[in-house]
């Protein structure tokens, strides 16, 4: 049976999907813009990764991934896929930031930096939508026995 907090979760997860959402597309425009200097790019990766390592936790631990495996055990193995990927994610993260505390707006490596982030971005993009889905689906499952 569909708890309230199963249904508390579920909202709080998909507001904080949207809301990651329009932190990708501020960091992807930044990314993007003319003039992006290491220093600057460095703090707003920062300040996305803090923002992420907070989602991933609160995934993790906040019964998110407990909850859909109760309402559908059939999708238990996707689950634990990204909840995996989490940690893939953070690692990608912590490289990325490695690279931005020694490149310099002049280094050559500095335009195959830009291209990793913006490359990041999108690996975290897909995964939020595929954990989208996997809720739906889970919802859908519930509804669908009728409990
Ligand atoms: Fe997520």
Redesign the pocket.
């Known amino acids: 049976m569909t708890t309230k907090v199963t249904v508390d979760v579920f909202q709080e ?1 998909n507001s ?2 949207q809301k990651l959402e329009r932190q990708y597309a501020a960091f992807d425009a930044f990314l993007g813009g003319e003039l992006v200097r290491v220093p600057v790019l460095r703090m707003r990766f920062s300040e996305l990764a803090v923002i992420l390592k907070c ?1 991933f936790d609160h ?1 993790e631990q906040g019964g998110y991934f407990e909850e859909i495996v109760e309402m559908a055990p059939r999708l238990s193995r996707l689950a634990q896929t990204l909840e995996t990927e989490h940690d893939e994610l953070l690692a990608r993260l912590e490289y990325l930031d490695d690279q931005l505390s020694t490149t310099a707006d002049v280094d050559e490596g500095f335009a195959r930096l830009r291209k990793e982030l913006e490359e990041f971005v999108a690996a975290c993009r897909t ?2 939508h595929r ?1 989208t889905a996997l809720m739906q689906e889970a919802w859908f499952t519930e509804i669908g026995t009728g409990d």
């Open positions: 997860i904080e999907h989602h995934e995964h939020e954990e």
